[in-house]
């Protein structure tokens, strides 16, 4: 007997993720057992050009597979063009019908003529055993089949997918959330809502953790290059039903409005939302876009993470914010803006604890002027200050003077630098430590991290 045979059986399977579809078929004819161990093939994986004989190889292997064979993630990342999708198309039933888990499809859109589409098949969209949905980039989910049902899945991301088919009836997006009943984590990156065909509602009973991030930002009142018509899609309004939700990242522009949020479980929001045109706020034209429906429905977040344009817009919009009362850490980038803004949100979070500063040197100006000497922080509760960004310029130490100067309830002062020789760290710690504090229970932490280039 070989020597293989007698190894226990995890590290055969092991053995096995290494082999490629066909090579793993191949091996089941080698003995009993190893066909037995074989039925459970943990991933099969191609990454790499479809014109070639090693994706004819690699679809031969799948298609080789027994039919007693189940396979736990299936990974296709290739450049598409039209000629091989019925190749793909095969290669896709065949691993849906193998009990597949994890999916991956990352299909990289060259079209052959204009107009052209991919679809994806059908059976995408009833596999009964899937748990994770990978799907990018350019595809154009436009139907969905009358049965529709992913009973097991609970994690989707789509990168740069778009769903289109939407009636006022029927909307693609929506049934596809509402038929996939244990969804827990929807990751939807390179998203352009304007562009899709949709009923403009992000609902799900059970989703748990939502992630939205834009990649372009430009201005989309513009044309867009490749619609037909030259014109730009409305972008009116979003809503989000998501009542089980306890984590948001969202970072896209404002619509016009939202005209649901039901966020009432939703614990942590990450916010990178824009509404400039132009260089100009978007308020000196009128009641165009209206975020105080997001911003109320935040209501019961404790962590807030909050970039520059959202910091200035609550200080535009500073006589309709409400208090969070539950907000206790709150993170900060400022780091091209004036600081004054930042003095309206700490006045809205009156029970925070932690303030994290992404980066603290703005530039060569001190921000000190427009702040009347940080007098907000005396009246803040904040035990934990937390600088990522220190570079240990004196307008750096003058503004964390004023800080350790004023919050009297202060414990922790947890500073990151990228200070690269020992003299420099030497007066970095020594130049914080000088420093005079209102609370006699602050320590101060210095973290040196390497210096990126």
């Known amino acids: 007997m070989d020597r293989i ?6 590290i055969i399977h092991h053995i096995g993720s290494f082999l490629s579809a066909k090579e793993a078929a191949f091996a089941t004819l080698l003995s009993k057992r190893w066909r037995n161990l074989f039925t459970i093939i ?14 004819k190889e690699f679809v031969d292997g799948v298609l080789a597979l027994p039919v007693s064979s189940r396979v736990g993630t299936f990974s296709l990342k290739c450049k598409h063009v039209p000629q091989y999708e019925d190749l793909i198309n095969r290669c896709l039933r065949h691993i849906l019908n193998r009990g597949v888990l994890v999916l991956e499809l990352h299909n990289h859109i060259k079209l052959a003529r204009k107009g052209h589409r991919y679809s994806l098949p059908l059976d995408v969209f009833t596999c009964k055993t899937v748990t994770t949905l990978k799907l990018g980039s350019g595809f154009v989910v436009e139907l969905l089949p009358a049965h529709v049902s992913l009973p097991s899945l609970k994690s989707l991301f789509l990168d740069s997918v778009r769903f ?15 038929h996939s009943p244990v969804l827990e984590e929807l990751v939807m990156d390179g998203i352009e809502f304007e562009r899709w065909k949709w009923c403009s509602i992000v609902s799900s009973k059970t989703l748990e953790k939502l992630t939205i ?45 939202y005209l649901i949020v039901n966020l009432d479980s939703l614990v942590e929001a990450k ?26 429905g935040l209501k019961n977040v404790e962590i807030l993470n909050l970039t520059e344009e959202v910091v200035e817009m609550f200080y535009f919009l500073n006589k309709s914010i409400p208090m969070f009362e539950k907000v206790s850490q709150l993170s900060v980038d400022l ?23 992404e980066e603290l040197h703005v530039g060569d100006e001190l921000v000190c002027d427009c702040l009347s000497e940080y007098s907000f922080l005396l009246s803040c509760s904040v035990e934990v200050l937390k600088i990522n960004t220190y570079e240990g310029s004196l307008n750096d130490l003058e503004q964390i003077k004023h ?5 009297s309830c202060l414990e922790l002062v947890e500073v990151r630098t990228q200070a690269g020789s020992s003299d420099a760290r030497l007066q970095i710690m020594a130049d914080l430590l000088m420093l005079p504090r209102a609370s006699s229970k602050c320590k101060i932490q210095v973290r040196f991290c390497p210096k990126r280039y």
């Open 5 to 10: 045979s007698n190894l226990p059986d995890d």
């Open 42 to 55: 943990p991933k099969l994986h191609f990454d790499g050009s479809i014109k070639t004989n090693s994706f």
């Open 164 to 178: 289109h088919g939407s009636d006022g009836r029927f909307c693609s997006f929506k049934t596809l959330l509402s």
């Open 213 to 257: 991030r834009r990649r372009e930002w430009y201005s989309y009142e513009e044309p867009i290059v490749d619609d037909p018509r030259g014109l730009a899609y409305e972008f009116d309004n979003i809503s989000f039903d998501t009542p089980a939700l306890t984590y948001l990242e969202y970072s896209d522009f404002v619509p016009k409005e």
């Open 271 to 296: 916010l990178n939302l824009c509404v400039y045109e132009e260089g100009l706020w978007q308020h000196e034209h009128g009641d165009t876009f209206n975020p105080m429906n997001l911003i109320y």
């Open 335 to 357: 780091s091209s803006r004036c600081w004054f803004s930042l003095t309206i949100v700490m006045k809205k979070l009156p029970n925070l604890k932690t303030l994290i500063i």
């Open 403 to 407: 800080f350790l100067g004023k919050l």
